[in-house]
């Protein structure tokens, strides 16, 4: 079965404090895909990174920063120095080799970055 | 590029109606998928569609259809409507073809906010 956990449902910080935005993964396939995006207020889903199961490295992307670990099924995302303009819901997702577009989403985390 | 669009941003109807929802992909994008996101179930996908064949499918009743057309837009039909069927419905493009995947991405329109009555 697959499925996606960010037990954090919502996180609150203030300005230039680092944030960690918690996923864990089940799944039985030996490929697959892992996601993050970012949901403003306005709705629309915006795509931050991509990870593939053979890829274990990580990355960092300005502030931004993926932690993936196979042997905890965990792809973490990490904010440094975060900003008010990072407020909104972030998603982790999980997609498999033979059905790739069928994205199974975790259930959010909701972050609020205050002043 | 211009990204995934969606129309209309904002509908709605009375139970027992229909609704058509469209979504025009990024250029050169093959594959439409369809998610509904509600607080309660969250974003759960519906189906997708890959050179006009569906070629997925989630768990939700025959109400909720699709089709795609030869330019790779896609429209949603729900019919039937019911109160549960409020949602954001969110269309995503990709290029989708097999081969694509170590690489390809899923890309979101800004969503449809349906509101039944």
């Known amino acids: 079965a697959q499925k996606v956990t960010q037990a954090q449902t919502e996180i609150s910080v203030v300005e230039k404090e680092d944030v960690t935005l918690d996923c864990v993964y089940e799944?039985?396939?030996?490929?697959?895909?892992l996601f993050w995006y970012k949901q403003p207020p306005s709705g629309e889903l915006v795509f931050l990174i991509r990870?593939?199961?053979?890829?274990?490295q990580n990355e960092i992307s300005g502030r931004y920063s993926w932690n993936f670990q196979k042997s905890t099924s965990s792809f973490n995302f990490t904010i440094t120095a975060s900003q008010v303009v990072d407020s909104a819901v972030y998603f982790c997702a999980l997609s498999e080799e033979r059905n790739f577009n069928k994205f199974y989403f975790g259930s959010g985390t909701k972050l609020n970055v205050k002043p | 590029k211009a990204g995934v669009t969606q129309t209309p941003r904002y509908l709605i109807k009375t139970r027992g109606q229909q609704v058509t929802l469209s979504c025009s992909p990024i250029?050169?994008?093959?594959?439409v998928s369809w998610y509904q996101q509600t607080p309660g179930q969250g974003l759960q996908f519906l189906f997708e569609y890959f050179s006009e064949t569906q070629r997925n499918k989630g768990n939700f009743p025959g109400r909720f259809s699709g089709r795609q057309f030869s330019n790779s837009r896609s429209e949603m039909n729900v019919s039937t409507l019911e109160l549960g069927d409020s949602a954001l419905y969110l269309c995503a493009s990709s290029l989708g073809g097999q081969m694509d995947t170590s690489t390809d991405t899923q890309y979101f329109g800004p969503g449809t906010r349906l509101t039944v009555l």
């Open positions: 250029s050169g994008h093959r594959s």
């Open positions: 799944t039985r396939d030996t490929t697959y895909y």
């Open positions: 990870r593939n199961s053979f890829d274990e």
